[in-house]
């Protein structure tokens, strides 16, 4: 009975425990409590977020506020243009509510869907935002019929 305790109760809070002091800390510690894409990020806020951007938009970021009952923590942002990683940053949570952000250079020929996966370090997504990149910008001005 002791040999049942110590294998199917005790081991797996054990390693539970390694891994979130090594920043690997389980999802239900880490959440994302908002995450978008924009234009730019001024003063720790995004600026010009949306869902559809023009193709020659130059630059995006992906901003996200996360909340973790255990720090320092990772949070991964990987970056996907039409189903396809196009490429991932990481980055160090430092306290338990953290707002950072990654960028990504969009180049004019990249039209169509992408979207970025916020994840913890076990690959687990946590969120996704999906946004379209046009392949020309939007008119500034409407036609009346």
Known sequence: MLN?????????????????????ASVSSLRVVDALVARDVLARQPVGPGDNFPADVGTLVCWSKVFSRTVPIKLIHVWYYKGKETGRTVLDI????????SRKTIRPEQTGAWKVELCDVMGTVLQSVAFNVAGEAPSETQSNP
């Open 94 to 101: 430092k306290s338990s509510k953290w707002r950072g952000w």
């Open 4 to 24: 049942f305790f110590v294998n199917f109760l005790f081991l797996p809070l054990a390693f539970a425990a390694a891994l979130s002091s090594a920043g690997h």
